[in-house]
């Protein structure tokens, strides 16, 4: 995990799916949950969704708080 990678979850959206267009940071747990167990799309996107999914299983989300609006 690095500074940039934490700055991304703030500002990237999620491309496709049900969630198209929200910050990869907002998405809800159970979606991260859905991708770790259906598996991670490949790339940039599949290493942040697994960071993100990380976060919020360990309760840790609120560290991004600090970087929103930037």
Same mark, same amino acid.
């Given at each position: 995990m690095n500074p940039e990678s934490l700055q991304l979850l703030v500002s990237r959206v999620m491309p496709y799916g049900k969630y198209k267009g929200r910050l990869? *940071?907002? +998405?809800p747990g159970n979606y991260l949950n859905w991708f770790a167990r259906e598996g991670?799309?490949?790339?940039?996107?599949? *290493?942040? +969704?697994?960071?993100?999914?990380?976060?919020?299983?360990?309760?840790?989300?609120s560290l991004l708080d600090p970087l929103r609006g930037r």
């Open positions: 990869i *940071a907002d +998405l991670f799309p490949h790339g940039e996107l599949g *290493a942040l +969704l697994a960071l993100m999914h990380e976060l919020d299983h360990n309760g840790l989300s």
